[in-house]
């Protein structure tokens, strides 16, 4: 088969683009990442999740990193509100999931719950310090979190920046079953792609059939470079470095947990719904600060067989331009000391975006360049 199997053996679908929410009186709001829950739930990224967890799923998620049955997953998918709406709330009921005043969902209550939230945050975050943008955002959300199976009634609209990249997990299994392709390679950022990168990219395609490329485009801190921005710059890079049929683009479109090693986890796993039968883990994957260590994200995937995971892991050292090898390379393949190593900072990166500063072409493909310092600048 061209296509993993979904995770848990059925790609999951619940959309119902006809069905009737206008007689279903109590709604919750969503913030931006439950709306993109909401979606990747219903299209069946999530696999095999058809809902928001109940407490048993969350709580052997946090503890085992694993389902109640037993099936590997790493982060909490939770639905949030606040205490004061929950008392007019009991299971059973049938609420209209809306946000920004406009209804995308609906969630058919099965349970009620409240988490230990600094139990969460450790967890999940490895810590529970606030400036963390993980465990910020986690504290900032409802107290209470309801469980049960949901409805996607509507798609949110797409950013017309990306929007021709947007495929549901089953659209983009089409679309890589027609290349003909045995194994994809699925690549995750959030940043834009240099040429460590692209190096990155491309040794893995010397060892499958094609590659996804696959920004996420939700949520992100504030400080990353915005997805529409990002977009310019993998679209220029495609188009002139990478063969066009062994490559594709399309978007993720789920908010940045910033969670290392389990969002790593939870990376591989939903490339595994999108079609990918690799998935590359490079160094400090979903990292931010210093909170894990550079290769904690591909050590983690050593508690567990390649056969429960069902995708195979591609782990990555740290590539960079050696300037006496005078090629790309890792310490695997080159002996020079990091004095001969061509390294910017993803900070210093941006302060030179920022700045109209060039990259130096060993860095950064200079069509990715003006692209990136054009849309820093506005």
């Not at 504290?139 to 949110?156: I, M, N, S």
């Not at 990306?162 to 994809?184: C, D, M, Q, V």
């Not at 950022?189 to 040794?203: D, G, L």
């Not at 995971?309 to 990091?338: N, R, V």
Request: net charge negative; with cysteine.
């Amino acid at each position: 088969m061209p296509c993993s199997i979904p995770h848990g053996g059925t790609l999951i679908n619940k959309v119902d683009l006809k069905r009737s929410w206008e007689e279903i009186e109590k709604e919750a709001e969503l913030d931006e990442a439950a709306l993109s829950d909401l979606v990747l739930i219903a299209t069946g990224a999530y696999s095999p999740l058809n809902g928001f967890m109940t407490k048993v799923d969350y709580c052997s998620v946090l503890e085992k990193m694993r389902l109640a049955d037993g099936t590997v997953w790493s982060l909490p998918i939770t639905l949030t509100i606040h205490e004061a709406m929950a008392s007019s709330l009991s299971p059973g009921d049938f609420l209209r999931l809306t946000f920004k005043g406009s209804t995308y969902g609906l969630i058919e209550l099965s349970e009620i719950y409240r988490p230990d939230k600094r139990e969460e945050a450790i967890k999940v975050f490895q810590t529970d310090d606030r400036h963390h943008p993980g465990v910020q955002k986690l504290f900032e959300r409802g107290d209470v979190y309801l469980a049960g199976q949901v409805t996607l009634v509507k798609f949110p609209p797409a950013d017309p920046e990306w929007a021709e990249y947007l495929f549901t997990p089953a659209e983009l299994r089409e679309k890589i079953h027609s290349k003909g392709w045995n194994s994809t390679a699925g690549f995750q950022t959030r940043n834009p792609v240099h040429r460590a990168h692209e190096h990155i990219q491309k040794t893995a395609m010397e060892m499958t059939d094609g590659l996804l490329l696959h920004p996420l485009v939700g949520e992100t801190k504030k400080d990353d470079i915005p997805a529409d921005v990002r977009m310019k710059s993998y679209k220029v890079l495609l188009d002139n470095y990478y063969p066009s049929d062994r490559a594709i683009l399309a978007v993720f479109p789920a908010s940045m947990r910033y969670a290392g090693p389990r969002e790593a986890i939870f990376h591989a796993i939903v490339r595994k719904n999108y079609g990918c039968t690799h998935f590359i883990v490079g160094r400090d994957h979903a990292g931010v600060g210093n909170y894990y260590g550079t290769y904690d994200a591909q050590n983690i995937f050593l508690q567990f067989t390649e056969e429960e995971l069902g995708i195979i892991i591609m782990p990555f050292e740290h590539s960079f331009y050696c300037k006496t090898c005078d090629q790309m390379a890792s310490a695997k393949t080159c002996p020079h000391g990091p004095e001969h190593h061509l390294h910017l900072s993803g900070t210093k990166v941006r302060e030179m975006l920022r700045k109209g500063q060039p990259l130096p072409s060993k860095f950064s493909r200079p069509e990715v360049f003006a692209i990136l310092s054009e849309g820093m600048r506005k």
